[in-house]
């Protein structure tokens, strides 16, 4: 096992731990950090980790700072933004499901990338936990979640999971088969045990966290401790390999414009929800805006660690 992200998982177990036991025994302020915490998370670590992708770019395919190789980069993520909205308009349920696909992919590469084994194996582990992760967070609150998807997609989920048992059962089922394949996974290539043990905890603590804490701030810490944090990790890593310096400040300097601009969309949006009290349509807003943007950045970070692997 070749994980570089020990002392940040480290990180990421305990603070999902501390929201657990928040969550058992103050419910009510859970909630209320919920939106903070959020904030914070996609502030300091889960905007910024995509706001470099220009440079990534660069670096992958040589570009250099001239205007129209630049331009290339921006037509490039232009092109698949399009691609991506394309879909939700002409089929908004062909869009989530895209989405929906793209994001399990993504969640599970992220997490289990440095997992060196063979890659077809590798990238069912990477649909499994993935969709543990996807699942969870869309059927452990159907509350929340199902009035999002309906407007999205104009289906009602939660009378499509009605009774409590198929509930209860998508509940057990999501994270069983995840840790049944991830074991089966580690015991063939026989891992050693401290690694399968790591390896199976941090499964059980992200299952954990999405089963019992509230929604939102599960999400918030899954996505700005696990996700965000770990991709920025890898990025270091990678521009380290091909011979470019970068620290925590550099890494920041250079996001901060794409940072910007993106931070100011979110407050525009964010006062237009306050004002008009559009809430459920500005959510629904946000996950498609969400969804155009994550698959260019997916495939330039699928193109990064297939040239990081190779680089050793």
């Not at 009035?147 to 059962?169: C, F, K, M, R, V």
């Not at 509230?214 to 990025?235: C, D, Q, R, T």
Request: charged share 10%; with cysteine; hydrophobic share 50%.
């Amino acid at each position: 096992m070749k994980d570089k992200r020990t002392t940040l998982r480290a990180v990421a177990i305990t603070a999902a731990i501390l929201s657990i036991i928040l969550e058992l025994t103050y419910p009510a302020y859970s909630d209320s950090v919920k939106y903070p915490v959020l904030g914070l998370c996609l502030l300091l670590i889960g905007i910024p980790h995509g706001a470099i992708d220009h440079i990534v770019t660069s670096k992958l395919y040589n570009l250099s700072q001239t205007i129209s190789d630049q331009a290339k980069f921006y037509i490039y993520y232009l092109v698949m933004m399009t691609i991506m909205t394309s879909i939700w308009i002409i089929n908004p349920l062909s869009g989530f499901l895209v989405f929906a696909f793209l994001t399990i992919y993504h969640f599970g590469q992220a997490d289990l990338e440095h997992l060196d084994i063979n890659k077809n194996i590798k990238r069912l582990l990477f649909l499994s936990r993935g969709s543990m992760i996807m699942g969870l967070i869309i059927i452990s609150d159907l509350q929340y979640t199902s009035p999002i998807l309906l407007d999205l997609t104009g289906i009602n989920i939660l009378e499509q999971i009605s009774g409590a048992s198929i509930h209860n059962t998508l509940l057990a089922v999501l994270p069983l088969q995840y840790l049944v394949i991830q074991t089966a996974t580690l015991m063939y290539y026989k891992f050693q045990a401290s690694d399968i043990i790591y390896i199976l905890f941090d499964a059980f603590i992200v299952a954990a966290l999405f089963l019992i804490v509230n929604p939102i701030l599960a999400f918030a810490i899954y996505f700005g401790l696990w996700h965000s944090a770990g991709h920025v990790k890898e990025m270091m890593s990678y521009f380290e390999k091909t011979g470019i310096k970068m620290n925590l400040k550099s890494f920041y300097l250079k996001a901060l414009p794409l940072n910007l601009i993106t931070l100011i969309g979110i407050g525009l949006i964010y006062w237009i929800s306050q004002t008009y009290q559009f809430e459920l349509q500005i959510v629904s807003l946000l996950f498609i805006i969400i969804s155009v943007l994550t698959l260019p950045h997916m495939l330039i970070v699928e193109k990064m660690y297939s040239r990081s692997s190779s680089l050793g």
